[in-house]
């Protein structure tokens, strides 16, 4: 008998090239629909997009505000209209870690296994993830906003604001091509959590978020100034109340690009060729 040379299927890795433009949105549209109607069907992925600003303003604010406020050569009011665009550049990252632990989850329950069984562009699993999270994130906001109003900020700038929630979106579609990866690296849900927090405390903490930097060890003072959550935070409070803008609006556009095209790249591989 003559053995039979059987060759293994492989995952074509240049099926994306082949694709059409229109095909590829096709595919995203299909895919952010089939994320849209899984949230729909367990509401409770969305407790974190509403309940995060909620909870993080009322904290900071009647906790941190009388003290900080002191600082600001105001009181709590003027906390308000520190923290809040603060806060805002905060939930991206908050929304970006989401994404890494559901990819992970996709991928442990073969979700993943499916897609990429389907004659459909790889890169738009990806990208459907990051719009479906782009929109979570654009409620958060919108509830931090909401918020925000009510414990006494005042918005005398719409145009700022509206901005500033653009560079917002940017900045976190950046960060989650880093969650992405994590999710197709890691073996479960937990360890990208683990790795997120372990990640995101020091920058979120390390920081001019929530309090200003002057106060700070020499340090750490140095570093706040490269990291890319005080430009953010920085950029978006002179965009709503006033202040310097365009040295951290250009450090926060130059962020985002720096993480998009290092990581992106890197997301669909390792999504390509996982095992």
């Given at each position: 008998m003559t053995a039979t040379t059987v060759t293994p299927i492989k995952t074509d890795l240049a099926g994306d090239a082949r694709i059409p433009l229109r095909g590829h949105l096709r595919h995203t549209g299909a895919l952010v629909r089939r994320n849209l109607l899984w949230i729909r069907q367990d509401p409770e992925s969305?407790?974190?997009?509403?309940?995060?600003?909620i909870v993080f303003t009322l904290l900071?604010?009647?906790?941190?505000?009388?003290?900080?406020?002191?600082?600001?050569?105001?009181?709590?009011?003027?906390?308000?209209?520190?923290?809040?665009?603060?806060?805002m550049a905060m939930m991206g990252m908050?929304?970006?870690?989401?994404?890494?632990?559901?990819?992970?989850?996709?991928?442990?329950?073969?979700?993943m296994d499916r897609f990429r069984s389907l004659p459909i562009g790889r890169g738009s699993v990806l990208f459907a993830k990051i719009a479906v999270e782009l929109v979570r994130m654009l409620i958060a906001t919108t509830?931090?906003?909401?918020?925000?109003v009510l414990v006494g900020f005042d918005i005398t700038n719409w145009a700022g604001?509206?901005?500033?929630?653009?560079?917002?979106?940017?900045?976190?579609?950046?960060?989650?091509?880093?969650?992405?990866?994590?999710?197709?690296?890691?073996?479960?849900?937990?360890?990208?959590?683990?790795?997120?927090?372990?990640?995101?405390?020091?920058?979120q903490f390390g920081s001019s978020i929530f309090a200003p930097t002057q106060s700070m060890p020499g340090w750490l003072e140095n570093f706040t100034e490269y990291n890319p959550l005080s430009s953010l935070a920085d950029a978006a409070r002179g965009l709503m109340v006033g202040g310097p803008v365009a040295h951290d609006l250009w450090m926060t556009l130059g962020w985002s690009v720096a993480l998009t095209v290092v990581m992106a790249p890197v997301a669909i591989h390792k999504f390509r060729t996982k095992k």
């Amino acid at each position: 008998m003559t053995a039979t040379t059987v060759t293994p299927i492989k995952t074509d890795l240049a099926g994306d090239a082949r694709i059409p433009l229109r095909g590829h949105l096709r595919h995203t549209g299909a895919l952010v629909r089939r994320n849209l109607l899984w949230i729909r069907q367990d509401p409770e992925s969305m407790f974190d997009a509403v309940l995060f600003p909620i909870v993080f303003t009322l904290l900071f604010v009647y906790v941190f505000g009388g003290s900080i406020g002191q600082a600001l050569g105001g009181g709590q009011e003027a906390y308000v209209q520190y923290i809040v665009p603060g806060l805002m550049a905060m939930m991206g990252m908050n929304m970006a870690q989401g994404v890494g632990t559901g990819f992970n989850q996709d991928f442990n329950s073969g979700v993943m296994d499916r897609f990429r069984s389907l004659p459909i562009g790889r890169g738009s699993v990806l990208f459907a993830k990051i719009a479906v999270e782009l929109v979570r994130m654009l409620i958060a906001t919108t509830i931090l906003m909401i918020v925000g109003v009510l414990v006494g900020f005042d918005i005398t700038n719409w145009a700022g604001l509206f901005a500033a929630v653009g560079l917002s979106v940017v900045f976190g579609s950046a960060l989650m091509w880093i969650f992405l990866t994590l999710g197709v690296i890691m073996k479960n849900a937990q360890s990208v959590q683990a790795m997120g927090f372990l990640v995101l405390m020091p920058l979120q903490f390390g920081s001019s978020i929530f309090a200003p930097t002057q106060s700070m060890p020499g340090w750490l003072e140095n570093f706040t100034e490269y990291n890319p959550l005080s430009s953010l935070a920085d950029a978006a409070r002179g965009l709503m109340v006033g202040g310097p803008v365009a040295h951290d609006l250009w450090m926060t556009l130059g962020w985002s690009v720096a993480l998009t095209v290092v990581m992106a790249p890197v997301a669909i591989h390792k999504f390509r060729t996982k095992k």
